[in-house]
Protein backbone atom coordinates (compact mmCIF):
# COMPACT_ATOMS: atom_id res chain seq x y z
CA UNK A 1 0.00 0.00 0.00
CA UNK A 2 2.05 3.10 -1.25
CA UNK A 3 1.42 6.46 0.74
CA UNK A 4 3.90 8.59 -0.72
CA UNK A 5 1.46 12.02 -1.37
CA UNK A 6 1.78 13.56 -3.96
CA UNK A 7 0.33 16.94 -3.27
CA UNK A 8 0.01 18.47 -6.71
CA UNK A 9 1.75 20.74 -8.89
CA UNK A 10 5.24 20.60 -10.21
CA UNK A 11 8.25 22.09 -9.31
CA UNK A 12 11.60 21.76 -7.90
CA UNK A 13 15.67 20.79 -8.33
CA UNK A 14 18.61 20.98 -6.01
CA UNK A 15 21.65 20.55 -5.15
CA UNK A 16 24.72 18.59 -7.17
CA UNK A 17 24.55 15.98 -10.10
CA UNK A 18 22.46 13.81 -8.59
CA UNK A 19 22.84 10.43 -10.49
CA UNK A 20 19.53 8.96 -12.21
CA UNK A 21 21.17 5.49 -10.84
CA UNK A 22 20.85 6.68 -7.31
CA UNK A 23 17.09 7.67 -7.63
CA UNK A 24 16.18 4.83 -9.52
CA UNK A 25 17.93 2.90 -6.56
CA UNK A 26 15.37 5.03 -4.11
CA UNK A 27 12.52 4.40 -6.33
CA UNK A 28 13.20 0.38 -6.05
CA UNK A 29 13.66 0.82 -2.63
CA UNK A 30 10.02 2.21 -2.83
CA UNK A 31 8.54 -0.41 -4.74
CA UNK A 32 10.17 -2.99 -2.50
CA UNK A 33 8.24 -1.94 0.31
CA UNK A 34 5.01 -2.50 -2.08
CA UNK A 35 5.73 -5.71 -3.01
CA UNK A 36 6.87 -7.10 0.66
CA UNK A 37 3.37 -5.88 1.40
CA UNK A 38 1.91 -7.50 -0.99
CA UNK A 39 3.39 -10.79 -0.48
CA UNK A 40 2.61 -10.52 3.01
CA UNK A 41 -1.47 -9.53 1.90
CA UNK A 42 -1.06 -13.35 -0.13
CA UNK A 43 0.55 -15.39 2.47
CA UNK A 44 -2.34 -14.03 5.06
CA UNK A 45 -4.85 -15.07 2.59
CA UNK A 46 -3.24 -18.52 2.04
CA UNK A 47 -2.80 -19.03 6.40
CA UNK A 48 -6.44 -17.69 7.10
CA UNK A 49 -7.57 -20.23 4.19
CA UNK A 50 -5.42 -23.28 6.56
CA UNK A 51 -6.60 -21.81 9.59
CA UNK A 52 -10.86 -21.99 8.41
CA UNK A 53 -9.64 -25.70 6.93
CA UNK A 54 -7.87 -26.13 10.32
CA UNK A 55 -11.09 -24.89 12.43
CA UNK A 56 -13.57 -27.78 10.71
CA UNK A 57 -11.44 -30.16 11.56
CA UNK A 58 -11.54 -29.10 15.03
CA UNK A 59 -14.83 -29.08 15.00
CA UNK A 60 -15.03 -32.71 13.52
CA UNK A 61 -12.39 -34.28 16.03
CA UNK A 62 -14.20 -32.60 19.05
CA UNK A 63 -17.85 -34.04 18.14
CA UNK A 64 -16.13 -37.11 17.46
CA UNK A 65 -14.29 -36.75 20.76
CA UNK A 66 -17.72 -36.72 22.92
CA UNK A 67 -18.94 -40.09 20.69
CA UNK A 68 -15.82 -41.82 21.78
CA UNK A 69 -16.01 -40.85 25.62
CA UNK A 70 -19.66 -41.98 25.98
CA UNK A 71 -18.46 -45.28 24.04
CA UNK A 72 -15.77 -45.83 26.26
CA UNK A 73 -18.66 -47.02 28.95
CA UNK A 74 -19.27 -49.54 26.82
CA UNK A 75 -15.78 -50.64 25.07
CA UNK A 76 -12.40 -50.27 27.61
CA UNK A 77 -11.10 -52.11 24.85
CA UNK A 78 -11.16 -49.50 22.20
CA UNK A 79 -9.51 -46.73 25.04
CA UNK A 80 -6.60 -46.59 23.40
CA UNK A 81 -7.32 -46.70 20.25
CA UNK A 82 -9.70 -43.47 21.03
CA UNK A 83 -6.99 -41.75 23.42
CA UNK A 84 -4.67 -41.83 20.23
CA UNK A 85 -7.32 -40.07 18.39
CA UNK A 86 -7.42 -37.71 20.93
CA UNK A 87 -3.40 -36.97 21.07
CA UNK A 88 -3.98 -36.90 17.12
CA UNK A 89 -6.39 -34.11 18.01
CA UNK A 90 -4.41 -32.08 19.78
CA UNK A 91 -1.55 -32.42 17.67
CA UNK A 92 -3.93 -30.93 14.81
CA UNK A 93 -4.49 -27.91 17.60
CA UNK A 94 -0.82 -27.40 18.08
CA UNK A 95 -0.60 -27.05 14.42
CA UNK A 96 -3.41 -24.45 14.00
CA UNK A 97 -1.41 -22.69 16.72
CA UNK A 98 1.45 -22.10 15.03
CA UNK A 99 -0.33 -20.63 11.96
CA UNK A 100 -2.21 -18.61 14.22
CA UNK A 101 1.32 -17.39 15.50
CA UNK A 102 2.62 -16.89 11.83
CA UNK A 103 -0.42 -14.96 10.61
CA UNK A 104 -0.06 -12.79 13.72
CA UNK A 105 4.06 -12.58 12.64
CA UNK A 106 2.62 -11.37 9.18
CA UNK A 107 0.28 -8.86 9.99
CA UNK A 108 3.17 -7.23 12.10
CA UNK A 109 5.62 -7.37 9.05
CA UNK A 110 2.66 -6.19 6.68
CA UNK A 111 1.79 -3.04 9.52
CA UNK A 112 5.65 -1.86 9.69
CA UNK A 113 5.77 -2.34 5.59
CA UNK A 114 3.01 0.03 5.58
CA UNK A 115 4.18 1.94 8.18
CA UNK A 116 7.24 2.44 6.60
CA UNK A 117 5.26 3.54 3.08
CA UNK A 118 3.47 6.67 5.51
CA UNK A 119 6.21 7.29 7.44
CA UNK A 120 6.75 11.47 6.78
CA UNK A 121 9.47 13.27 7.98
CA UNK A 122 9.09 16.65 9.76
CA UNK A 123 11.11 18.22 7.41
CA UNK A 124 7.78 17.18 4.79
CA UNK A 125 5.18 18.02 7.23
CA UNK A 126 6.72 21.60 7.78
CA UNK A 127 7.36 22.06 3.95
CA UNK A 128 3.77 20.80 3.16
CA UNK A 129 2.40 23.16 5.87
CA UNK A 130 4.45 26.51 4.83
CA UNK A 131 3.10 25.41 0.60
CA UNK A 132 -0.28 24.60 1.62
CA UNK A 133 -1.93 27.36 -0.15
CA UNK A 134 0.41 26.85 -3.76
CA UNK A 135 -0.28 23.06 -3.27
CA UNK A 136 -3.82 23.50 -3.02
CA UNK A 137 -3.82 25.92 -5.98
CA UNK A 138 -1.86 23.61 -7.78
CA UNK A 139 1.45 25.51 -8.49
CA UNK A 140 3.18 23.11 -6.42
CA UNK A 141 3.55 19.09 -5.85
CA UNK A 142 5.45 17.89 -2.62
CA UNK A 143 7.25 14.47 -2.50
CA UNK A 144 8.89 12.46 -0.25
CA UNK A 145 10.79 9.14 -1.48
CA UNK A 146 13.27 7.93 1.68
CA UNK A 147 14.42 10.82 3.18
CA UNK A 148 14.79 12.86 -0.14
CA UNK A 149 12.62 15.37 -0.34
CA UNK A 150 11.46 17.09 -3.63
CA UNK A 151 9.34 20.33 -4.43
CA UNK A 152 8.21 20.35 -8.14
CA UNK A 153 7.22 23.10 -10.28
CA UNK A 154 5.88 23.25 -13.88
CA UNK A 155 8.17 25.39 -15.74
CA UNK A 156 4.92 27.05 -17.58
CA UNK A 157 4.59 28.04 -13.92
CA UNK A 158 8.20 29.77 -13.69
CA UNK A 159 9.10 30.46 -17.23
CA UNK A 160 7.57 31.55 -20.39
CA UNK A 161 8.11 28.97 -23.82
CA UNK A 162 11.81 28.33 -24.55
CA UNK A 163 12.41 31.39 -22.27
CA UNK A 164 14.71 31.37 -18.87
CA UNK A 165 13.66 34.35 -17.76
CA UNK A 166 11.06 33.76 -14.45
CA UNK A 167 7.50 35.73 -15.16
CA UNK A 168 6.17 37.41 -11.95
CA UNK A 169 3.73 34.20 -11.18
CA UNK A 170 6.47 31.97 -10.73
CA UNK A 171 8.90 34.75 -8.75
CA UNK A 172 5.60 34.71 -6.65
CA UNK A 173 5.71 31.27 -5.89
CA UNK A 174 9.60 30.82 -5.23
CA UNK A 175 9.39 33.67 -2.99
CA UNK A 176 6.73 31.27 -1.30
CA UNK A 177 9.09 28.39 -1.60
CA UNK A 178 12.07 30.34 -0.14
CA UNK A 179 10.37 31.38 2.69
CA UNK A 180 9.43 27.21 3.37
CA UNK A 181 13.22 26.62 2.56
CA UNK A 182 15.02 29.38 4.94
CA UNK A 183 13.63 27.37 8.23
CA UNK A 184 14.92 23.68 7.15
CA UNK A 185 18.74 23.26 8.13
CA UNK A 186 20.92 20.31 7.41
CA UNK A 187 20.40 20.13 3.99
CA UNK A 188 21.77 20.73 0.66
CA UNK A 189 19.34 22.72 -1.86
CA UNK A 190 19.71 21.21 -5.18
CA UNK A 191 17.71 22.85 -8.06
CA UNK A 192 17.10 20.59 -11.31
CA UNK A 193 16.42 21.77 -15.01
CA UNK A 194 14.37 19.45 -16.79
CA UNK A 195 12.95 19.90 -20.41
CA UNK A 196 10.84 17.84 -22.97
CA UNK A 197 12.26 15.78 -26.16
CA UNK A 198 11.26 18.94 -28.33
CA UNK A 199 14.45 20.61 -29.49
CA UNK A 200 15.51 24.00 -29.05
CA UNK A 201 14.70 26.41 -32.38
CA UNK A 202 17.94 26.83 -34.50
CA UNK A 203 19.71 30.35 -33.83
CA UNK A 204 17.66 30.85 -30.74
CA UNK A 205 19.06 32.02 -27.56
CA UNK A 206 20.08 28.26 -26.64
CA UNK A 207 21.48 25.78 -28.41
CA UNK A 208 19.93 22.71 -27.10
CA UNK A 209 17.73 21.68 -24.12
CA UNK A 210 21.01 21.50 -21.83
CA UNK A 211 21.79 24.81 -21.94
CA UNK A 212 17.98 25.61 -21.30
CA UNK A 213 17.43 23.57 -18.61
CA UNK A 214 20.63 24.79 -17.08
CA UNK A 215 19.64 28.54 -17.24
CA UNK A 216 16.23 27.98 -15.99
CA UNK A 217 17.64 25.89 -13.17
CA UNK A 218 20.03 28.80 -12.00
CA UNK A 219 17.58 31.50 -12.70
CA UNK A 220 15.43 29.63 -9.68
CA UNK A 221 18.67 29.23 -7.80
CA UNK A 222 19.62 33.19 -8.33
CA UNK A 223 15.84 33.72 -7.34
CA UNK A 224 16.16 31.46 -4.01
CA UNK A 225 19.30 33.34 -3.01
CA UNK A 226 17.80 37.10 -3.60
CA UNK A 227 14.57 35.86 -1.30
CA UNK A 228 17.32 35.02 1.53
CA UNK A 229 18.04 31.14 1.10
CA UNK A 230 21.51 30.58 2.25
CA UNK A 231 23.46 30.47 -1.05
CA UNK A 232 26.01 28.58 0.27
CA UNK A 233 23.42 25.16 0.38
CA UNK A 234 22.56 25.99 -3.48
CA UNK A 235 23.65 24.46 -6.64
CA UNK A 236 22.08 24.23 -10.13
CA UNK A 237 22.43 21.67 -12.51
CA UNK A 238 20.54 21.28 -16.20
CA UNK A 239 19.36 17.70 -17.13
CA UNK A 240 17.42 18.43 -20.58
CA UNK A 241 15.72 15.62 -21.67
CA UNK A 242 17.27 12.77 -20.25
CA UNK A 243 15.29 12.45 -16.99
CA UNK A 244 11.54 12.00 -17.64
CA UNK A 245 8.92 11.12 -15.90
CA UNK A 246 6.51 10.58 -18.38
CA UNK A 247 6.44 9.38 -22.04
CA UNK A 248 7.26 12.13 -24.77
CA UNK A 249 4.58 11.12 -26.93
CA UNK A 250 1.82 13.41 -25.96
CA UNK A 251 1.33 17.15 -25.24
CA UNK A 252 0.04 16.01 -21.50
CA UNK A 253 3.83 13.82 -20.96
CA UNK A 254 5.78 16.46 -22.10
CA UNK A 255 4.18 18.94 -19.99
CA UNK A 256 4.79 17.08 -17.45
CA UNK A 257 8.24 16.44 -18.02
CA UNK A 258 9.13 20.43 -18.45
CA UNK A 259 9.13 20.66 -14.83
CA UNK A 260 11.83 22.53 -12.20
CA UNK A 261 12.85 20.46 -8.72
CA UNK A 262 13.88 21.54 -5.88
CA UNK A 263 15.74 18.44 -4.05
CA UNK A 264 16.42 18.49 -0.43
CA UNK A 265 19.24 16.38 0.53
CA UNK A 266 21.01 15.50 3.69
CA UNK A 267 24.20 17.37 4.03
CA UNK A 268 25.93 14.07 5.37
CA UNK A 269 27.45 12.67 2.19
CA UNK A 270 26.68 16.19 0.25
CA UNK A 271 29.71 17.90 -0.85
CA UNK A 272 29.53 21.10 1.15
CA UNK A 273 29.45 24.32 -0.94
CA UNK A 274 32.41 27.05 -0.69
CA UNK A 275 31.04 30.02 1.20
CA UNK A 276 30.83 32.76 -1.09
CA UNK A 277 28.49 35.57 -2.03
CA UNK A 278 26.95 33.86 -5.31
CA UNK A 279 25.59 30.47 -5.05
CA UNK A 280 27.07 27.80 -5.56
CA UNK A 281 26.14 25.65 -8.65
CA UNK A 282 26.97 22.71 -10.13
CA UNK A 283 25.76 22.49 -14.30
CA UNK A 284 24.93 18.82 -14.70
CA UNK A 285 25.59 19.32 -18.39
CA UNK A 286 28.24 17.04 -19.26
CA UNK A 287 26.94 15.28 -22.43
Known amino acids: MRHVLVLAAVASLATGCVSSGKYQKKEAEAQKFRQDWEDE ?3 RAVLQEKISAMQAQIDTLSADAQSLREKIKFDEG ?11 MRDRAAELQALVDELSKSKRKLEAAKAELEKKSDEYAALASSLRGEIEAGRIELMELRGRTTVQLKDKILFASGSATLGAEGRDALRRVADALRNLHGKVIRVEGHTD ?15 LSTARALAVV ?4 DAGVDPTRLSGAGFAEFQPIAPNDSPEGRSLNRRIEIVLVPLEGAVAAPKASAPATVPAKTL
Not at 78 to 88: D, G, V
Not at 197 to 211: I, L, Q, R
Not at 222 to 225: E, F, I, M
Open 41 to 43: VAK
Open 197 to 211: DVPTGAGGPFPSNWE
Open 222 to 225: HALK
Open 78 to 88: SLATKEAELRS
